[in-house]
């Protein structure tokens, strides 16, 4: 069954450091998205993503956040500067139609920043 | 802002005793509703959904009741079994908005 995946699993950083998370989309789907999950807290849109450009950002999403799709396969959120308090658990999503409905999740990648 | 709440962070239930997860929304502008579980060190995965047109959605073990004059979903997993243990995240969007989560529910069967 295809999956989305996500590498790095875990990911340790210095604050002020950049950091790139990456995501393989199921590979027919045309909807991309990032969530966040700070420990003990709900599962927050980040953005989403279509036809190489986004199309909705919460308000996490400011000027230290941006995505690219770098090639047909790979789908990418980078922090430019991180602050402690990126620190959460970063899920990718994908889904097919245009409608939100039953997005698709990758396993997250674990971000600390020290 | 909660849009989305599911107000028992915990649940414990008896193997093949029914499973009642509750979440109750405000925003009157969703019309549709996913349920995700989520296993420790897993992303969530896509369960059960409903259409605010319906009131009802049943597939296999597991049903998702809609009331919208309440604004109030539950699922029901019936029998529960030992791997439904994980937590329970209630989702909604409006439209082509994007899904809105609450802080998810953890279920607990016990053999």
């Known amino acids: 069954e295809p999956e989305v995946t996500q590498t790095p699993s875990h990911q340790v950083t210095q604050m002020g450091q950049e950091v790139i998370l990456r995501c393989v989309p199921i590979s027919n789907h045309l909807y991309f998205y990032w969530y966040r999950q700070i420990l003990g807290q709900k599962v927050e849109f980040l953005v989403s993503?279509?036809?190489?450009?986004?199309?909705?950002k919460s308000e996490i999403f400011d000027d230290q956040f941006s995505v690219e799709r770098p090639d047909g396969s790979n789908f990418t959120l980078k922090i430019r500067s991180t602050k402690l308090e990126d620190s959460a658990m970063y899920f990718c999503?994908?889904?097919?139609?245009?409608?939100?409905?039953?997005?698709?999740f990758g396993p997250g990648t674990r971000l600390t920043v020290t | 802002d909660q849009q989305v709440k599911q107000n028992s962070p915990s649940l414990s239930v008896q193997e093949g005793r029914i499973s009642i997860l509750n979440c109750d929304y405000t925003?009157?502008?969703?019309?549709?509703f996913l349920w995700y579980k989520k296993y420790p060190a897993e992303g969530p995965t896509f369960l059960i959904s409903i259409s605010s047109i319906k009131d009802k959605n049943e597939d296999g073990r597991f049903t998702v009741f809609l009331n919208k004059s309440a604004k109030h979903l539950s699922l029901h997993i019936v029998p529960s079994q030992p791997g439904d243990s994980a937590v329970y995240f209630c989702?909604?969007?409006?439209?082509?908005?994007?899904?809105?989560f609450g802080k998810g529910t953890r279920l607990s069967v016990i053999a």
């Open positions: 999503a994908s889904n097919l139609q245009r409608a939100t409905y039953e997005q698709y």
């Open positions: 993503f279509y036809n190489n450009e986004i199309s909705e």
């Open positions: 989702a909604a969007s409006a439209g082509n908005t994007p899904l809105v």
């Open positions: 925003n009157s502008m969703f019309d549709y």
